[in-house]
């Protein structure tokens, strides 16, 4: 009586290997799944049971009770390692589609995550810094250090210090950081033409 269901589930089960041998390829929950060499595998561990039992049943009148019996455990046993053999080569091979596609993704981490390389460093003259400073704070009055403030895009109250000296040796150095004193270069002489600009070197202008 439990022949007949059993041959029905393993007609199933071959069916199944069958599709494994042809397409190479099959999907199973938790994003596993089996393809190539290993589905094909697997594909011959599901189909092996039935042509088994097919002889066992033709052969029936010709075997022993023996012989039936011991085809029927090695049936079982083909049926068990058949099932079992799909997740547990799927497990083995772990060729799932999350870590195919963090493979592909996984060159462009470290593109994106690299840092931008450092802009080269000018040489600065100190002293034609000096020079500079000297000039924002004696050749230029309040008004006129604060319209040039203005013009760069400075806040003339949130540079540090008291006194236009200080601020001005501010203005220079937050300029000097940026490699950008000549901004200051430029804005002052739109500002003051009659201050002679040109005697600042090359390293600022």
Same mark, same amino acid.
């Given at each position: 009586?439990?022949?007949? =269901?059993?041959?029905?589930?393993?007609?199933?089960?071959?069916?199944?290997?069958?599709?494994?041998?042809? +397409?190479? !390829?099959? !999907?199973?929950?938790?994003?596993?799944?089996?393809?190539?060499?290993?589905?094909?595998?697997?594909?011959?561990?599901?189909?092996? =049971?039935?042509?088994?039992?097919?002889?066992?049943?033709?052969?029936?009148?010709?075997?022993? +009770?023996?012989? $039936?019996?011991?085809?029927?455990?090695?049936?079982?046993?083909?049926?068990?390692?058949?099932? @079992?053999?799909?997740?547990? @080569?799927?497990?083995?091979? !772990? +060729?799932?589609? %999350?870590?195919?596609?963090?493979?592909?993704?996984?060159?462009?981490?470290?593109?994106?995550?690299?840092? /931008?390389?450092?802009?080269?460093?000018?040489?600065?003259?100190? *002293? $034609?810094?000096?020079?500079?400073?000297?000039?924002?704070?004696?050749? #230029?009055?309040?008004?006129? #250090?604060?319209?040039?403030?203005?013009?760069?895009?400075?806040?003339?109250?949130?540079?540090?210090?008291?006194?236009?000296?200080? !601020?001005?040796?501010?203005?220079?150095?937050? #300029?000097?950081?940026? &490699? $950008?004193?000549? %901004? @200051?270069?430029?804005?002052?002489?739109? &500002?003051?033409?009659?201050? /002679?600009? %040109?005697?600042? +070197? *090359? *390293?600022?202008?």
């Amino acid at each position: 009586m439990l022949a007949c =269901p059993l041959m029905i589930f393993e007609l199933f089960v071959f069916l199944g290997g069958l599709y494994l041998l042809i +397409t190479g !390829k099959l !999907k199973l929950p938790n994003n596993l799944q089996l393809e190539g060499r290993p589905a094909r595998l697997a594909g011959i561990l599901l189909a092996a =049971p039935l042509p088994l039992a097919v002889v066992r049943l033709v052969a029936r009148s010709a075997l022993s +009770t023996q012989a $039936q019996t011991s085809l029927g455990v090695v049936e079982l046993a083909l049926l068990l390692i058949g099932l @079992i053999s799909v997740p547990t @080569i799927a497990l083995l091979t !772990k +060729t799932t589609p %999350k870590s195919a596609a963090s493979a592909q993704t996984a060159p462009i981490a470290p593109a994106l995550e690299k840092p /931008a390389a450092p802009a080269p460093e000018l040489p600065v003259d100190r *002293p $034609q810094l000096t020079q500079l400073r000297l000039i924002l704070a004696e050749r #230029f009055d309040e008004e006129e #250090f604060r319209t040039l403030c203005f013009d760069l895009g400075i806040d003339y109250d949130e540079l540090r210090g008291e006194g236009q000296a200080a !601020k001005a040796r501010e203005l220079v150095a937050y #300029f000097e950081r940026r &490699q $950008q004193v000549d %901004k @200051i270069i430029q804005a002052g002489r739109l &500002q003051r033409p009659d201050i /002679a600009w %040109k005697e600042l +070197t *090359p *390293p600022i202008q």
